[in-house]
């Protein structure tokens, strides 16, 4: 029996040229809602790669990830992801938001991976968001008559991070860059990386954080010496996002009467540690930028803090800071793998239905997760950051700490499944709210606070590196 959901049968939610199309074709099919629980190797990814030669659809069970080494070694070609605005031209002809996995509709050569077949039952976009199309894998192969097979794909189950050896993670970083390094000497991990040292601003600031004597003249004279921090610091408490009551005149004043003490001391430090890594020329398509990524992060983990019961309650300076510096592992591989940053960029832009941390995995043998967790460690930030970084992508974790990981998973999640972050919608499991104590309405509400200020987020972000 299909573990497909039916979709509702009052309304044909696929677009018509698609069904026209399959029925031209004399291809049965029948359409299905488009939710998390169906497996993964029944749907089909319809990736349309291109190069100097020109394009190829190719096509294989969201079980496996797309392994461009190896389709490059099997057709002689180094094929990219076709750029975004050409793609939504190409499916704008037809109305459609989606890439349906049907060689008839893009008449671009074809390559699949033969274990795609394997099913009895394949599950392809249907163009539309949210419906899906199932079609019998006897029928879907006449579709594949002119198309060439071959075994390119990495099955996920295959690709295991580190997610709970955080003391593995030095030997793993070790053995990444030496598999990187031409010369592979052996060397100790400080010599083989050249990480910047923590940047004066930043130890000040860390000073002050476990000075329980520090006051608000000694927060304002230290972002006061950064002029950049300083106007950043005070468009933020002027922003429509806090609606602070008059004009926001200096950086006291920011601090006094709208953001506190907590969140600046926060905010400054993670705008000082985030921007001693630059942030890389190349990215994927589509992706999120870095500063906006960790400013909706940081914001929505500053709601749900409030929605975690006061006694049960974490440090909302430090969940904060831990959203804001969320994503800085992706810096350091920039940083440390330049060469090959690239490369994880274009796996990431072939393999949507696949999380950054399997395909960083997969080519490194490490993960942002664990290289951000070791510079928090580098820097001697606080074990609720080293935690909050090293453990986001668990929502099982409960060791110590585990609010400050758990609020970033939650936090990622909620954002990813609205669009926003990159990677494949998750399901928000129960227990990691239940651990939290937050109820998912008020996670919801959360997000949609965020949602509903994001011009003005995003604004604040571009101030951070206007460059991007």
């Not at 392809?124 to 019998?136: F, H, M, Q, R």
């Not at 690709?159 to 070790?174: A, C, F, V």
């Not at 190349?282 to 909706?296: E, G, M, R, V």
């Not at 997000?447 to 995003?458: G, I």
């Amino acid at each position: 029996m299909s573990d497909a959901a039916r979709a509702p049968s009052d309304s044909s939610q696929a677009p018509e040229v698609i069904l026209q199309l399959l029925a031209k074709l004399g291809i049965p099919s029948r359409e299905v809602c488009d939710v998390t629980t169906l497996a993964a190797s029944r749907r089909v990814q319809a990736s349309l790669l291109e190069d100097a030669v020109g394009t190829l659809l190719v096509l294989f069970p969201q079980s496996q990830l797309l392994d461009l080494n190896r389709l490059a070694e099997l057709t002689g070609r180094k094929l990219v992801a076709v750029k975004p605005d050409r793609l939504e031209r190409m499916l704008g002809k037809h109305q459609l938001g989606r890439l349906p996995a049907l060689p008839p509709l893009t008449s671009s050569p074809c390559l699949y991976d033969e274990r795609l077949l394997q099913e009895p039952q394949l599950l392809i976009e249907s163009g539309a968001a949210g419906t899906l199309l199932e079609i019998p894998t006897a029928s879907f192969r006449s579709l594949l008559e002119k198309a060439s097979a071959a075994r390119f794909g990495v099955t996920l189950e295959s690709i295991r991070p580190n997610l709970d050896r955080p003391d593995d993670d030095r030997k793993e970083i070790t053995q990444a860059v030496q598999a990187f390094t031409a010369r592979r000497i052996q060397q100790r991990l400080e010599e083989t990386i050249e990480i910047p040292p923590l940047p004066e601003t930043a130890q000040k600031i860390i000073k002050l954080r476990v000075d329980p004597n520090a006051t608000v003249d000694d927060i304002t004279g230290v972002v006061e010496t950064d002029p950049a921090l300083a106007a950043q610091v005070v468009s933020w408490a002027a922003s429509p996002y806090y609606a602070a009551p008059g004009k926001i005149r200096s950086v006291e004043d920011a601090i006094v009467r709208v953001l506190g003490f907590d969140l600046v001391i926060n905010l400054a430090l993670g705008l000082a540690l985030g921007k001693t890594l630059s942030l890389p020329k190349d990215q994927p398509q589509h992706a999120t930028p870095y500063w906006h990524q960790a400013i909706y992060t940081a914001a929505v983990i500053e709601g749900l803090t409030r929605a975690v019961p006061r006694a049960e309650r974490p440090e909302a300076g430090l969940t904060y800071l831990g959203g804001l510096l969320h994503s800085i592992g992706y810096l350091v591989l920039a940083h440390i793998f330049p060469p090959h940053f690239s490369l994880i960029c274009r796996h990431l832009e072939v393999n949507p239905h696949v999380e950054h941390n399997l395909v960083e995995q997969h080519l490194l043998g490490i993960t942002r997760e664990q290289i951000g967790a070791w510079l928090m460690r580098t820097w001697d930030m606080p074990e609720e950051i080293y935690t909050a970084l090293r453990f986001q992508h668990d929502p099982s974790y409960a060791g110590d700490c585990s609010a400050y990981a758990n609020l970033v998973c939650l936090a990622t999640r909620l954002l990813r499944n609205h669009g926003i972050g990159s990677g494949p919608e998750t399901d928000i499991p129960q227990d990691l709210l239940d651990r939290l104590d937050i109820p998912r309405e008020k996670a919801e509400d959360a997000v949609r606070k965020v949602l509903d200020a994001e011009a003005v987020l995003r604004e604040l972000a571009s101030q951070f590196n206007p460059a991007h």
